[in-house]
């Protein structure tokens, strides 16, 4: 029953910004920690940013510091992903995940949103 849903990529140019959001259902959203991930085909996998559950701290990749911004609204059980000064090498599609608040956990994934950065 858990579902996380992401939106809002698409095409951008180099220097401009995109807003991802990534809405959660079926489990307590306002206890567990969630992350970006992102992906290019035939590359791994890579983290890029995470929030905690609480007081909602926020730790990000060293590629996307000072550009990226995550947040969470425990209200609406969303996740956003704020992004400025993108590069072409941004290019990925980007993943929202439930972390584990033990280890025995599941960890679940949304399907993913394509952002494109190229001129």
């Known amino acids: 029953q858990v579902q996380l849903v992401e939106s809002g990529g698409g095409l951008v140019q180099p220097g401009g910004s995109l807003r991802l959001s990534c809405a959660a259902s079926?489990?307590?959203?306002?206890?567990?920690?969630i992350s970006w991930y992102r992906q290019v085909p035939g590359k791994e996998r890579e983290w890029v940013a995470s929030v905690t559950s609480g007081v909602q701290w926020t730790s990000y990749a060293d590629f996307v510091k000072g550009r990226f911004t995550i947040s969470r609204d425990d209200a609406t059980n969303t996740v956003h992903l704020q992004m400025k000064s993108l590069k072409p090498e941004d290019t990925a599609v980007y993943y929202c995940?439930?972390?584990?608040?033990?280890?025995?956990?599941?960890?679940?994934w949304g399907q993913g949103t394509q952002v494109t950065v190229s001129s």
């Open positions: 079926g489990f307590t959203f306002s206890i567990y920690p």
């Open positions: 995940k439930r972390g584990r608040r033990i280890s025995s956990e599941y960890e679940y």
